[in-house]
């Protein structure tokens, strides 16, 4: 698991139509002032502006209206109602679980004697399908907010970066991107389909294992919340190497490990790769090595050049296996303390 910003800028994507206009800019810093400042209220004034309909949270709202005055169930539909839509659109991971607390007993798949549930869930699952992930524009925008992160933030394992070719040859899809992965899965929280902070490109194989699992009930953390500390991968040591790698999670009750199946995943699929590491280290230039016989301490390149991979935190969405390889080193460095 990697950090992925949630910051105000990264939860408002657009239309590029006008996107270089001094107005277009002008409203879209308005937008993003708002969502910093947590006022809401300003959207209903924001919302007639000439280029609201050019952003998603205002694409995404108005589209919701109208399918929510579709539901039978009185009872769904007026919590439904009575939801501040734009806190729930843009609002941060913090405020989504906050909105889960509030409404789970209607609005999540808890009470099996509430009717209708299904009619609910099929309405925000064709609004996810036609606004998002059927809809190649606003895809394609959602997608660029990430566009400095290219390896899934699950797994840290595979690459997600969108293709995007000028020709096809016929057969082949011209467009391929990654998968548009629900944190807090929509068909348990129907009403969070659409929340930019409930979406995040994954790799298939870690949106598939993960599934339906209920992820706010299991305690697990966002990308969009954990820190570096949050969790830490551990290396069993035995004649030289690296006989089994653990993920330890700073927080007990965090089941994202399991959820994931990650240990298995880095111990089954990764062994050759951390041990080939671990080679490099006790390989390194003896001379280099004699001077560091205190600590084993490298500077930033030496890293680099070693691992072959990304020393600081926030680099490690760019490149496979990077978070594990940092504390593989940190083990290696403290052993030599």
């Not at 109208?66 to 734009?86: A, D, G, M, R």
């Not at 789970?104 to 549930?117: G, I, K, M, T, W």
């Not at 194989?205 to 305690?219: A, E, G, P, W, Y």
């Not at 070693?306 to 290696?332: A, G, V, W």
């Amino acid at each position: 698991m990697i950090k992925v910003d949630n910051i105000a800028e990264k939860r408002v994507f657009h239309l590029r139509e006008n996107e270089s206009e001094p107005d277009f800019i002008k409203f879209k810093n308005e937008i993003i002032e708002s969502i910093k400042n947590k006022n809401y209220s300003n959207f209903d004034t924001l919302k007639d502006n000439e280029y609201a309909k050019q952003f998603s949270v205002f694409i995404f709202h108005k589209k919701i209206q109208n399918e929510v005055s579709k539901i039978t169930n009185p009872i769904i539909k007026t919590q439904l109602q009575n939801l501040n839509w734009f806190k729930v659109l843009v609002g941060s991971v913090e405020e989504i679980k906050e909105l889960i607390r509030d409404n789970e007993y209607v609005l999540a798949q808890r009470n099996p004697e509430l009717l209708d549930f299904k009619q609910y869930k099929d309405i925000f699952e064709n609004l996810y399908k036609e606004q998002l992930s059927g809809n190649e524009k606003l895809k394609k925008q959602f997608f660029n907010l990430f566009e400095d992160m290219n390896v899934c933030p699950y797994c840290n394992r595979n690459f997600v970066n969108p293709i995007y070719k000028e020709h096809s040859l016929g057969a082949d899809n011209k467009n391929q991107s990654p998968d548009i992965e629900h944190f807090f899965p929509k068909s348990i929280y129907p009403f969070l389909s659409l929340s930019i902070s409930n979406l995040l490109p994954s790799c298939a194989f870690c949106n598939k294992i993960k599934s339906d699992v209920d992820t706010f009930q299991h305690n697990c953390l966002s990308p969009y919340e954990i820190k570096n500390s949050d969790f830490r991968f551990d290396f069993t040591l035995k004649s030289e190497r690296v006989k089994e790698v653990r993920l330890i999670s700073k927080n007990k009750n965090c089941k994202n490990s399991d959820i994931l199946h990650l240990e298995s995943l880095y111990n089954e699929v990764h062994s050759k790769y951390i041990n080939d590491n671990l080679d490099d280290v006790l390989k390194y230039p003896r001379t280099y090595k004699d001077s560091l016989k205190k600590e084993f301490k490298l500077t930033e390149s030496d890293y680099k050049e070693l691992f072959r991979n990304y020393h600081d935190e926030k680099d490690f969405n760019k490149q496979p296996l990077s978070k594990m390889t940092k504390d593989l080193y940190n083990q290696i460095k403290n052993l030599t303390k």
